[in-house]
């Protein structure tokens, strides 16, 4: 079945530093979703992606799909202590159950003074 | 509006215990998701609901773990003769049928089985 996995699983950032979180696919997507969970917290929708190369920016944070569609990228820039949280992205498949969101493995981002 | 809900927030039952697990969904929405994540891991998918369509019950760990929903409305996940292993947070989403809609979660229920 199809398997997202997300790189690197675990970052910790001095605030200000950029931060970067990859996500690959191991088939072709439809689309990503972009979600976020804070500590203790559950998921939150932040962005969804569709077109191949696309790249969509939420003030400091800018997402990429890949021209393949099959990997995916959210960029922080100057993180501050408000970004810590697990970053997921959610992938659908290009063909088959189309509605069915397979989430990546997560990257978990900690951001200190 | 109302978000998605689920009751209870936290359970604590003994081993062997069968438990109970309810989602009420946001109102309007016909697919519904069941998820588990252990301790500071990533989400589990056990089922996936969507209309009057058979449910997708491709991660459900073992026959011990079961899930109704009632047309479009609440749904509940029932794991049978619980073991320390299920302890999770068990998190439900659902969201407007289609590719394009996103899935907005519940707080979620701490599962704890002594």
Known sequence: GQQVMQIPQYQH???GEDFTTYCNSSTTLSNIQWYKQRPGGHPVF???LVKSGEV??????TFQFGEAKKNSSLHITATQTTDVGTYFCAGRGATGTASKLTFGTGTRLQVTL | GA???QSPSNKVTEKGKDVELRCDPISGHTALYWYRQRLGQGLEFLIYFQGNSAPDKSGLPSDRFSAERTGESVSTLTIQRTQQED???????????GPGYEQY???GTRLTVT
């Open chain 2, 3 to 5: 978000g998605v809900s």
């Open chain 2, 87 to 97: 302890s999770a947070v068990y998190l439900c989403a659902s969201s407007l049928w």
């Open chain 1, 56 to 61: 969509k920016k939420q003030k400091r944070l």
């Open chain 1, 46 to 48: 932040l962005i969804q």
């Open chain 2, 105 to 107: 979660f519940g707080p």
């Open chain 1, 13 to 15: 950032v001095q605030e």
